[in-house]
């Protein structure tokens, strides 16, 4: 009923109050807890991540060169380049540079 009758407020041009303390206080209680990974932490092998340092070195860094020559989109990579080729082949043995 709560949430018909938000929307026939906001329908009519008003806008719902912000939950108070005491209601963020009691919901708080039903959420559940959830543990999250560190992305740092993923072991890779580290043959299949100097495989991929080795690419880095051969193309002297040239991200549009190493995806080339990998057949994956760059994109990614672009945005959050590596700093060095150690870097570039732990973060791509980890699926880091991959898009979804």
């Given at each position: 009923f709560k949430m018909a009758e938000e929307k026939s407020n906001i329908s009519e041009g008003k806008t719902a109050s912000a939950p108070d303390s005491e209601e963020l206080s009691s919901k708080?209680?039903?959420?559940?807890?959830?543990?999250?990974?560190d992305s740092s932490s993923v072991e890779v092998d580290p043959e299949v991540a100097a495989a991929y340092a080795a690419?880095?070195?051969?193309?002297d860094g040239d991200i549009e060169a190493i995806f080339k020559e990998l057949d994956e989109d760059p994109d990614k990579c672009l945005r959050y380049p590596p700093a060095d080729?150690?870097?570039?082949?732990?973060?791509?043995?980890?699926?880091?540079?991959?898009?979804?």
């Open positions: 708080a209680t039903s959420l559940r807890s959830v543990e999250t990974k690419i880095y070195e051969r193309h080729a150690e870097t570039f082949g732990r973060k791509y043995a980890a699926g880091f540079y991959h898009l979804l």
